[in-house]
């Protein structure tokens, strides 16, 4: 069954970066993203405390974390896509709202039409039954907003979900897709062992994490700050190596939940360090949502290009400064 869209009067959000890269739009960028990010729909039902787009947020409704996300005509986007040499894949998310599922495979059936780009789509929990037909639509990768690392701060900074259907409608991604996509904030108030022991469970269940750094908006719920760099810079490399399979769980060791040692070979820690791979955004491939978190000029919590050896130096040091010598690092 093919679901159409009608056409005349779709409107998109796409980023801002996704729109200078389509031409929609002009900035200046010192790093260009190399997915197409795109938003489906208006205010979202659910109310997620740190979320810009939460139905009882104050928050501009035009941002999600730090970036604007302006509207377009469907078939502005659809007529310039073609020709976005710089773009890998094309990111699709969803707000919570009735019908978004039949919009989605739409949408998604119009970006296969013109495009042979990987197709990921960030959406809530359903009916498992609409997977096969997103795959159908185009779309490879499947994934969901955990955003919360343990039970207990799920239910506090997402009323109205449920810990279990998330990871009931994961197994089914991971069935329907032979993997699967895992967001998590770091900040919400679980400890490194949390946000670790919930990566290893998503590279058990064949899903790969992307990691984010809690941004404070203002107008939203959620009062907390911005989280302490080097802490993101230890839990990153926790993600690094078990996504990689160079580690696990048990190979960290932690003092009331915090990162204390990661029992590795040293050298194997260092050859990761050098190639500044753990410090790149994280997710899908070809994922970098530059200044997603970050402000231009601040702190650089996930690099959207290949960092510079001046870059990997300031990682290192920033990662020194929470975990250290401990991990054998010099
Ligand atoms: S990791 Fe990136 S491409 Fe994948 S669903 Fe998340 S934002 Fe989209």
Same mark, same amino acid.
């Given at each position: 069954m093919r679901y159409r869209v009608e056409r005349d009067g779709v409107r998109l959000k796409?980023?801002?970066?996704?729109?200078?890269?389509?031409?929609?739009?002009?900035?200046?960028?010192?790093?260009?993203?190399?997915?197409?990010?795109?938003?489906?729909?208006?205010?979202?039902?659910?109310?997620?405390?740190?979320?810009?787009?939460?139905?009882?947020?104050?928050?501009?409704?035009?941002f999600l974390s730090r970036v604007v996300w302006p509207q377009f005509d469907l078939d502005a986007v659809l007529a310039r896509l073609p020709e976005s040499n710089d773009l890998r894949r094309i990111c699709i998310?969803?707000?919570?709202?009735?019908?978004?599922?039949?919009?989605?495979?739409?949408?998604?059936e119009a970006f296969h039409a013109v495009s042979k780009l990987p197709i990921s789509v960030c959406m809530n929990p359903? =009916?498992?039954?609409?997977?096969?037909?997103?795959?159908? !639509?185009?779309?490879? $990768?499947?994934g &969901?907003? %955990?955003?919360?690392? @343990?039970?207990?701060?799920?239910?506090?900074?997402?009323?109205?979900?449920h810990w279990e259907a998330?990871?009931?409608?994961?197994?089914?991604?991971?069935?329907?897709?032979?993997?699967?996509?895992?967001?998590?904030?770091?900040?919400?108030?679980?400890? =490194?062992?949390?946000?670790?022991?919930?990566?290893?469970? !998503?590279?058990?269940? $064949?899903?790969? &994490?992307? %990691?984010?750094?809690? @941004?404070?908006?203002?107008?939203?719920?959620?009062?907390?700050?911005?989280?302490?760099?080097?802490?993101?810079?230890?839990?990153?490399?926790a993600r690094y190596l078990i996504i990689s399979g160079r580690a696990r769980l048990h190979d960290m060791v932690f003092i009331e939940g915090r990162l204390a040692e990661i029992r590795l070979d040293p050298v194997a820690?260092? $050859?990761?360090?050098?190639?500044?791979?753990?410090?790149?955004?994280?997710?899908?491939?070809?994922?970098?949502?530059p200044l997603y978190n970050e402000r231009p000029g601040g702190v650089m919590y996930n690099y959207a290009a290949p960092l510079t050896e001046d870059e990997r130096g300031l990682a290192r040091q920033e990662l020194l400064s929470y975990i250290g010598i401990q991990a054998g690092i010099r």
């Open positions: 796409v980023s801002l970066g996704s729109a200078v890269v389509l031409g929609l739009r002009e900035a200046r960028m010192d790093v260009r993203p190399t997915t197409l990010y795109a938003m489906l729909g208006e205010r979202c039902h659910g109310a997620c405390r740190f979320c810009a787009q939460a139905r009882d947020s104050d928050a501009d409704p035009r998310q969803t707000v919570l709202a009735p019908g978004s599922e039949s919009n989605l495979v739409a949408v998604a359903t =009916d498992p039954a609409w997977l096969p037909r997103l795959r159908a !639509a185009g779309v490879d $990768r499947v &969901v907003g %955990l955003d919360c690392a @343990t039970e207990e701060t799920f239910s506090r900074i997402k009323p109205g979900f998330y990871h009931t409608f994961l197994d089914a991604i991971v069935d329907t897709f032979g993997t699967g996509s895992v967001h998590l904030i770091v900040g919400l108030g679980d400890s =490194d062992e949390d946000v670790i022991r919930k990566i290893q469970d !998503a590279h058990d269940r $064949r899903c790969t &994490v992307a %990691l984010f750094a809690f @941004t404070p908006v203002r107008g939203a719920k959620l009062d907390l700050p911005a989280p302490e760099v080097g802490r993101y810079r230890a839990l990153q490399l820690i260092e $050859r990761a360090l050098d190639t500044g791979l753990p410090f790149r955004t994280s997710g899908c491939p070809d994922c970098n949502r």
